[in-house]
């Protein structure tokens, strides 16, 4: 009898256990199944010596550095320079703009304060696949006067890339600011510190997490865009690797996906390294401001 109860108590232990926790572990099997095979089906294209999506059956079924020794033949690394410094450029003006705004309406009383916060929510409310015809239109404008801003210009790509980051950023770093006592900027008031000194010296270390969340994205963002960089850089040397990468693809009967999968993997290093570089900010830059402000 005593047998039957523990046998009772162990089936109703196991049973609770499937349905609160054992459920879980083929679940989280096949996420990683799915987010892991995509992976390793583009590498194994990479690395393959006939590379195409459709006609292998298995993974490294073959192995050969020709489709990345055929990188260098093309424009792949001027692409990748171009990228990068697009992406460099871009991450680091997102965050001193966003900072600068978001310490600005989170320390300072100012007339139209509410006015402006609310507009820059109303402008990310927009779509930007509205303002391509528009932002094509003035760069063509604006290159008449100023080239160095004009079509075919990655410093007109920046400029764009900042001008729509700006708001989403701002409302981003405003209520991680918010969570910082504004005792400290009285207390260094009290010790003669001027503005730029508690801002720069007091406030930016304290956010650090929140400058490293909004870099990272902007560069991600403007590593992986298409659209706006097709239509801005109209000259081969200028392309980013989007941009470059598609015209491998682009034909659908002349496909070089052995070359684009190998431009893949080397391209995602650099996000690779960043990502972890600053991992240990992603969790906190992204949770701290939105219990507060």
Same mark, same amino acid.
């Given at each position: 009898?005593?047998? *039957?109860?523990?046998?009772?108590?162990?089936?109703?232990?196991?049973?609770?256990?499937?349905?609160?926790?054992?459920?879980?572990?083929?679940?989280?099997?096949?996420?990683?199944?799915? !987010?892991?095979?995509?992976?390793? =089906?583009?590498?194994?294209? !990479?690395?393959?010596?006939?590379?195409?999506?459709?006609?292998?059956?298995?993974? /490294?079924?073959? /192995?050969?550095?020709?489709? /990345?020794?055929?990188?260098?033949?093309?424009?792949?690394?001027?692409?990748?320079?171009?990228?990068?410094?697009?992406?460099? !450029?871009?991450?680091?003006?997102?965050?001193?703009?966003?900072?600068?705004?978001? =310490?600005?309406?989170?320390?300072?009383?100012?007339?139209?304060?509410?006015?402006?916060?609310?507009?820059?929510?109303?402008?990310?409310?927009?779509?930007?696949?509205?303002?391509?015809?528009?932002?094509?239109?003035?760069?063509?404008?604006?290159?008449?006067?100023?080239?160095?801003?004009?079509?075919?210009?990655?410093?007109?790509?920046?400029?764009?890339?900042?001008?729509?980051?700006?708001?989403?950023?701002?409302?981003? @770093? =405003?209520?991680?600011?918010?969570?910082?006592?504004?005792?400290?900027?009285?207390?260094?008031?009290?010790?003669?510190?001027?503005?730029?000194?508690?801002?720069?010296?007091?406030?930016?270390?304290?956010?650090?997490?929140?400058?490293?969340?909004?870099?990272?994205?902007?560069?991600?963002?403007? /590593?992986?865009?298409? *659209?706006?960089?097709? *239509?801005?850089?109209?000259?081969?040397?200028?392309?980013?690797?989007?941009?470059? @990468? =598609?015209?491998?693809?682009?034909?659908?009967?002349?496909?070089?996906?052995?070359?684009?999968? !190998?431009?893949?993997?080397?391209?995602?290093?650099?996000?690779?390294?960043?990502?972890?570089?600053?991992?240990?900010?992603?969790?906190?830059?992204?949770?701290?401001?939105?219990?507060?402000?």
């Amino acid at each position: 009898m005593a047998d *039957i109860v523990v046998d009772r108590r162990r089936g109703a232990r196991r049973a609770r256990w499937l349905a609160e926790v054992g459920w879980k572990y083929p679940l989280a099997l096949v996420v990683i199944f799915l !987010a892991t095979f995509p992976l390793l =089906y583009v590498v194994s294209v !990479a690395v393959a010596q006939n590379s195409t999506l459709t006609g292998s059956t298995r993974l /490294f079924g073959s /192995f050969s550095t020709a489709n /990345f020794v055929a990188l260098g033949e093309t424009s792949f690394w001027t692409w990748c320079l171009n990228t990068i410094i697009i992406g460099s !450029a871009t991450a680091v003006g997102s965050v001193l703009m966003g900072a600068a705004a978001a =310490y600005a309406f989170s320390r300072f009383q100012f007339r139209g304060r509410r006015f402006a916060l609310t507009s820059l929510l109303i402008v990310q409310m927009f779509p930007q696949m509205l303002a391509f015809v528009a932002i094509y239109l003035l760069l063509l404008t604006i290159g008449d006067v100023i080239p160095a801003l004009g079509i075919n210009s990655k410093l007109a790509l920046i400029a764009v890339y900042l001008g729509g980051a700006l708001g989403s950023n701002t409302f981003l @770093m =405003y209520g991680f600011f918010n969570t910082i006592p504004k005792s400290l900027d009285e207390a260094a008031k009290i010790d003669g510190a001027t503005h730029s000194q508690i801002y720069w010296g007091i406030i930016l270390r304290l956010v650090t997490p929140i400058l490293a969340v909004v870099g990272l994205l902007s560069f991600i963002g403007t /590593f992986g865009d298409f *659209i706006l960089a097709r *239509i801005i850089l109209t000259q081969e040397s200028s392309w980013t690797l989007a941009v470059g @990468m =598609y015209q491998w693809v682009a034909s659908e009967l002349n496909a070089n996906w052995g070359l684009f999968t !190998a431009g893949s993997v080397i391209a995602s290093l650099p996000i690779l390294i960043l990502f972890f570089a600053l991992q240990k900010y992603i969790v906190g830059g992204l949770t701290a401001g939105s219990v507060k402000g």
